[in-house]
C-alpha cells in the first residue's frame, strides 16, 4: 500500500520545573537559594531520508511525542535537557498546518531538516528570585508547556522522468523494462494505483530516476478518477514521456486529452519537456497504422517515436534522448525549509468569557504563565497576580462584572478572586 497523505500530531517536550531550595552546609546556617532550573524539553524536527520514498510508517503511528526536560535539583545542579525527537519523511515531502492549511516546509534534498515543534524552556529555580529585600525567596516556575501540532503530511514524488498517459498505455511495462522497479502489469485499466520509481543505468557514469505515474482520465484535474493523487507527482518531475496506446482508436485525441489535463491542472506541466512515443509496435496492426500517425504528428512540428516494451525496441534509445533532454535544462535551485508558521497574533491579548462556572480567561501568554507558575508557593503565585495585573487581566474582571469568592478558570486552573 503506497501512502502520499497522512495526518499526525505531534508535541514538543515539556520544560522541566525550577526547584525551590536553600543550600544547607555545615557552619553555613543561612546559605541562600540555590535551587536549579529545569532542562528544555525536546524539539520535534522532520528529517529526510533518501531511502524513504513512501509515508507508510505514519499508517500505523500517527502520535509523536518528544520527552520533557528533567527537573532542576539543590546545589544549581541544572535538569538534563531532553533529546531531540526527530522524526524521518522522504524526499519530497510537503508539510502543512492541519487546522491553518498553512505551508510550513517543503523537504526535497537529503539530510535537510525542519523543525516544526520546539520543546519548552525549563522552569528557573529560586537562585533567579533573591532580592535585597527578600534573600530566601520560595518562588520557582514550572517548565513552559511543550508545542503541540496538527500536520498534514503529503508526498510529491522526486523524478527525473515522469510516464505519462492513459491507464493500460504501457507505462508500467515500460517502467519495469528499464528498471528494477516490479510494478504491477496487466491488461485492463487502472493496474497502477499508486506511483512507482525505479533508477534507469544508462551506463557506469549516468542515470536517471523514472517516475510511473498512474493513469491520467479526463476530468483528472478537476479529481475525476484518481485525478488530484496523482497529478501532483508529476509536479516533481522535469521531462515527461508521453506514451500513447498503438491499440488506441486514437492515438492523437489521447494526447491531446492527457495534455489538456496537465495544462489544466498546473501550467507548468504543460509547459514541460515532452517525448512522444507509440508503444507495442511489435504488434503487426500497431506498425501498420506508425507511418500515418508519425506523419500526422509531424505536422505539428512533433516527433513521434516507436517503441515496445515487449521487444525493447528502441528503450536504450528512449533513456538517452531523455537523459539529453535533461541536460538541456537548467538546474533548479532546491527549496529551503521555509520557518516553522507563527501567527501575527499579539501574544499578550486575552478574552474573557462569563460562564456559570464563573469567568474563563483564554490567551496565549496568560495561559503559558499559568502553566509555568507552582500555586502552592506564596512566592509564585503572587508573581502570577502582578503578571495578570500588568497584561490587564485584573481590570478586565473587574469591569466584567466580577465579584468576591467568584472563580476564574485560566488553562487548567481554577483560581478564587479575591480583592
Known amino acids: 500500500m503506497f501512502i502520499d497523505s497522512v495526518l499526525i500530531s505531534v508535541s514538543s517536550g515539556k520544560g522541566g520545573d525550577g526547584m525551590v531550595h536553600m543550600h544547607r552546609e555545615k557552619f553555613r546556617p543561612k546559605g541562600g537559594p540555590d535551587g536549579g532550573d529545569g532542562g528544555r524539553g525536546g524539539d520535534v524536527i522532520l528529517k529526510v531520508v533518501p531511502t524513504l520514498n513512501t509515508l507508510n510508517r505514519f499508517h500505523f503511528n500517527q502520535k509523536f511525542a518528544a520527552d520533557a526536560g528533567k527537573n532542576g535539583g539543590p546545589s544549581n545542579r541544572s535538569g538534563r535537557s531532553a533529546n531531540n525527537l526527530v522524526i524521518e519523511v522522504p524526499p519530497g515531502t510537503i508539510v502543512y498546518n492541519d487546522e491553518t492549511t498553512e505551508l510550513i516546509g517543503d523537504l526535497v534534498e537529503a539530510g535537510q531538516t ?17 532580592t535585597s529585600r527578600n534573600q530566601m525567596p520560595l518562588t520557582a516556575e514550572r517548565g513552559e508547556p511543550g508545542e503541540e501540532l496538527n500536520l498534514r503530511l503529503e508526498l510529491k514524488l522526486i523524478a527525473d522522468v515522469g510516464l505519462v498517459g492513459l491507464p493500460n498505455a504501457g507505462k508500467s511495462s515500460i517502467l519495469a523494462a528499464t528498471t528494477r522497479a516490479t510494478p504491477k ?10 506511483p512507482n520509481l525505479g533508477v534507469v543505468q544508462l551506463d557506469m557514469d549516468n542515470s536517471l530516476v523514472l517516475a510511473d505515474i498512474p493513469g491520467l482520465i479526463e476530468g483528472a484535474s478537476e479529481g475525476v478518477g484518481l485525478g488530484f493523487q496523482f497529478l501532483r507527482h508529476v509536479q516533481r518531475t522535469r521531462v515527461l514521456i508521453h506514451i500513447l496506446d498503438g491499440l488506441s482508436e486514437d492515438p492523437y485525441a489521447d494526447f491531446e486529452a492527457i495534455n489538456s489535463e496537465l495544462d489544466m491542472f ?28 508519425h506523419q500526422k504528428f509531424a505536422d505539428e512540428a512533433i516527433d513521434l517515436m516507436p517503441v515496445s516494451a515487449v521487444s525493447h525496441l528502441n528503450l536504450k534509445e528512449l533513456m538517452w534522448k531523455a537523459y539529453q533532454e535533461l541536460q538541456t535544462l537548467p538546474v533548479e535551485p532546491v527549496e529551503a525549509a ?80 479575591q480583592d
Open 338 to 417: 521555509l520557518p516553522v508558521y507563527r501567527s501575527d497574533e499579539d501574544p499578550d491579548a486575552f478574552e474573557i468569557e462569563k460562564t456559570d462556572e464563573g469567568y474563563v480567561v483564554t490567551g496565549k501568554r496568560i495561559e503559558r504563565a499559568a502553566a509555568m507558575t507552582f500555586f502552592d508557593q506564596p512566592g509564585s503565585v503572587r508573581r502570577f497576580q502582578k503578571f495578570m495585573a500588568g497584561v490587564g487581566v485584573d481590570k478586565a474582571l473587574r469591569n466584567a462584572g466580577i465579584k468576591e469568592g467568584e472563580s476564574v478558570f485560566v488553562g487548567d486552573w481554577e483560581l478564587t478572586w
Open 185 to 194: 502489469i496487466a491488461d485492463y485499466p487502472f493496474t497502477t494505483l499508486e
Open 266 to 293: 498546473d501550467e507548468r506541466l504543460g509547459a514541460l519537456p515532452q517525448i512522444v512515443v507509440l508503444n507495442k509496435m511489435d504488434l503487426p496492426m500497431v506498425a501498420e497504422k506508425f507511418p500515418a500517425l
Open 114 to 130: 525542519l523543525t516544526v515543534a520546539k520543546g519548552g524552556r525549563g522552569g528557573r529555580g529560586n537562585q533567579h528570585f533573591a
